[in-house]
C-alpha cells in the first residue's frame, strides 16, 4: 500500500517501504494485538509538558487527618492557566462500585480553564462529587471520579506510617491506588466543548485534556497517601519514595461504551491508524542504523521482554497470548539486524514468523527508536471534515467502489443468522451500550448503527440488481428513491478516501469480540497491562511508570515506554 491518499505526508522523502495495508491492520484480530507507542495520547502530553515547560503548584490541600477534604492545583501553560481540583470523600464500602450507574465514590475531580477562585471551589463542591447530577459550567473541561483500591492503598499507607517502603510485588500486581470510572469530556454534562478545551494550544488535540486530568489524579494520589500516612504515624512515617510512586499508575475499568466511538468517528480513528503507520514505515525505511541506534534497540528489546514477564491475566486465552509473546520475543533477541534497511529486515522476519501481538509489540518499539521522524505526527492525529457525497456519481461507479474498498464485505453471507447474531443497543438502565442477541432477545428495533458492513451489504445488493442503464443514474437520484441507503453511502465515501476508517470485519457476527476494539482504542490512550475479564470488559492501568509531576523537567519525562518494576529499573 501506498501513501494513504489522505495523507498530508505524501511529501515525505524517506518513505522506502510502503505502509501495511488496511485490509491487514484494520482486522479485529490485528487492532486487538495493539500495543502503547510514543504516539499514545499520554506520551504526547508528558512529552508537551516536558518541552513547553508546564509548572504544578499545589494551592490548597485541606485534607483531614483521614485524607477527606479538597486541594487544588494551578497548572501554567503556555495557553494559560488550569486548574485542577480534587474532593475526597467517605465512602461506605457498600456504595463501593466501578459500575458507571454508582452514585458515590471515594474522589471526584475537576479540570477548568483559568484560576479556581473561592466562588468556583463552592460551587464545584456542591456539584463534582455528586457528578452527572450536579451541574457543570463551561469553565470546567473535564469531570472524573476513582475509586480507591482499598486493600492496596491500605497495605501502603501502613508500611509508610511504620517508616518503611511497600512490598513492590504488591505494587506491580495491582499497579494503581485509585481507579477511575469515568473520564467526562467534549462538552458532557455542560462541560466545555472540544473547541472551548483546544482554544488552549497547550490542549490541543486528542482527549489531552482527559489525560491531563488522569495524570492529575495520580499525582493526587501519592499526596494523599502520604498525608494520610504520615497523620497515622507522626515522626515515625516515611513517604512513598520515587521507584515506587512511578511503578504506580491509574486503573481504570473499560466496557463497551468505548466500542462504538471508532465505528462513528471514522474520520478521526483513521488519523489515529494513519500516524502510527506513518511512524512504522518512516522507520522501517531508515537505510542503516549507526551503533547508537541498535544498541537503543538492545535496551528497549530488553525492557520490552521484562515489561511482557511482568504481565498476567487471570483470562486464559489472553495469558497464552501474552506467553506467546514472551517465547517469541527470546527468538527476536537472537535475530541478526542486517546492516541494509535493518528495521525493515527485523519487522518482516517478525511478522512472518511470530504471532500478531509480537508483531505489534515489535513495531511500538521500533517507533520508540527515532523521535525525531515520528513525533511531529502527534499534531496530525485530529480529524478534518467529513468527505461530501459526490452527488453527481453514476451508481456504477459506486458500485466499483464498494467493490475496491469493501470486498470483504461482499465475502460475507448476511442471509446465514450467524453473521446478524448481535445488535448493538443503548440501556437507558445502565446508561451504557450493550449488547443483544437479534434472534434471541427483544430490542434489535432499537438497534444503533454499528453494522456498518451489513449496511454496505445491502447496498450493494440493491446496486447488484440493477442492469446497465440503471446504473447510470446519479447517486443523488438514487438517494432521494432510497433514503436508508444514505448512511451506507456516505461510509464508503469516507472510506475510499480515509482507508483506515473503517473495521474490515463484520461488527455484528457472532464471532464478534467486543475486546479487540477496546484495546485497539485503548493503545493509543497509551494504556498498558490489558487484563480482559470477558469479551466485553477489560481493566487497564494508566500511566504507569510515567514521570511524577517535578520529574518533567528529566528524560524520564519521555522514556517510559514498556516500564519494569521487579528489578527496581523504575
Known amino acids: 500500500m501506498q501513501v494513504p491518499p489522505s495523507s498530508k505526508l505524501a511529501d515525505r522523502q524517506d518513505m522506502a517501504v510502503d505502509f501495511r495495508p488496511p485490509a491487514h491492520v484494520m482486522r479485529l484480530g490485528a487492532m486487538g494485538a495493539s500495543f502503547p507507542h510514543r504516539l499514545s495520547f499520554m506520551r504526547c502530553l508528558t512529552r508537551r509538558m516536558a518541552r ?114 511497600p512490598d513492590m510485588a504488591e505494587i506491580v500486581k495491582v499497579g494503581y491506588l485509585m481507579r477511575t470510572t469515568a473520564v467526562y469530556g467534549n462538552g458532557k454534562f455542560g462541560l466545555g466543548d472540544y473547541d472551548k478545551a483546544c482554544s488552549n494550544p497547550s490542549l490541543a488535540g486528542p482527549f489531552r485534556a482527559e489525560m491531563l486530568t488522569v495524570f492529575m489524579i495520580r499525582s493526587f494520589q501519592f499526596d494523599l497517601i502520604n498525608h494520610v500516612a504520615a497523620r497515622r504515624g507522626g515522626a515515625n512515617a516515611t513517604m512513598l519514595e520515587r521507584p515506587y510512586a512511578r511503578a504506580l499508575g491509574i486503573g481504570n475499568s473499560t466496557g463497551l461504551g468505548m466500542a462504538p466511538f471508532l465505528i462513528r468517528h471514522p474520520v478521526l480513528f483513521h488519523r489515529w491508524i494513519e500516524a502510527r503507520e506513518t511512524a512504522l514505515a518512516a522507520v522501517r525505511s531508515v537505510p542503516e542504523a549507526d551503533a547508537d541506534k541498535r544498541e537503543r534497540y538492545r535496551t528497549l528489546l530488553e525492557r520490552l521482554r521484562g515489561h511482557v514477564e511482568e504481565w498476567n491475566v487471570d483470562d486464559e486465552r489472553h495469558q497464552r497470548d501474552i506467553e506467546a509473546v514472551r517465547s517469541d520475543l527470546a527468538q527476536v533477541a537472537s535475530i541478526e539486524v542486517a546492516e541494509s534497511f535493518p528495521w525493515d529486515g527485523l519487522y518482516r522476519a517478525v511478522e512472518q514468523g511470530m504471532t500478531s501481538h509480537t508483531c505489534e509489540a515489535i513495531a511500538s518499539l521500533l517507533i520508540e527508536l527515532y523521535p525525531a521522524r515520528v513525533d511531529d505526527l502527534e499534531d496530525k492525529m485530529s480529524a478534518g471534515g467529513t468527505p461530501k457525497i459526490a452527488a453527481g456519481m453514476p451508481l456504477s461507479s459506486l458500485k466499483d467502489m464498494i467493490e475496491r474498498h469493501y470486498d ?10 450467524s453473521a446478524l447474531h448481535h445488535f448493538w443497543y443503548y440501556s437507558q438502565d445502565k446508561e451504557e451500550p450493550r449488547l443483544g442477541r437479534r434472534f434471541e432477545e427483544p430490542g434489535a428495533e432499537k438497534e444503533m448503527h454499528i453494522g456498518m458492513g451489513w449496511y454496505v451489504s445491502r447496498l450493494h445488493g440493491a446496486l447488484e440488481a440493477m442492469n446497465e442503464e440503471q446504473l447510470e443514474t446519479s447517486t443523488a437520484r438514487f438517494l432521494l428513491e432510497n433514503p436508508g441507503h444514505r448512511m451506507a453511502v456516505k461510509r464508503v465515501f469516507t472510506t475510499a478516501q480515509f482507508p483506515y476508517s473503517e473495521i474490515r470485519d463484520n461488527t455484528v457476527g457472532r464471532s464478534l469480540l467486543p475486546i479487540d476494539m477496546l484495546r485497539c482504542k485503548l493503545s493509543f490512550f497509551g494504556a498498558t497491562k490489558f487484563d480482559p475479564r470477558s469479551d466485553l470488559w477489560t481493566r487497564i492501568t494508566m500511566y504507569q511508570g510515567a514521570p511524577l509531576i517535578d520529574e518533567l523537567d528529566t528524560e524520564r519525562a519521555d522514556d517510559w515506554w514498556s516500564p519494569v518494576f521487579r528489578a527496581r529499573s523504575c
Open 408 to 417: 470483504w464485505v461482499l465475502t460475507i453471507d448476511f442471509d446465514d443468522p
Open 52 to 165: 513547553e515547560a508546564w509548572t504544578f503548584e499545589r494551592a490548597v490541600f485541606n485534607l483531614d487527618d483521614n485524607g477527606f477534604g479538597y486541594a487544588v492545583w494551578r497548572i501554567g501553560t503556555p495557553g494559560g492557566p488550569l486548574s485542577f481540583v480534587a474532593f475526597s470523600t467517605a465512602l461506605d464500602p457498600s456504595m463501593r462500585t466501578d459500575r458507571v450507574i454508582a452514585e458515590r465514590w471515594d474522589a471526584s475531580f475537576a479540570l477548568l480553564e483559568g484560576e479556581a477562585t473561592e466562588a468556583d471551589i463552592q460551587r464545584l463542591e456542591a456539584n463534582v462529587p455528586l457528578q452527572e447530577a450536579g451541574r457543570c459550567s463551561p469553565k470546567e473541561l473535564v469531570l472524573s471520579r476513582a475509586n480507591k483500591s482499598v486493600r492496596l492503598f491500605e497495605h501502603i499507607c501502613e508500611c509508610l506510617s511504620q517508616g518503611r517502603q
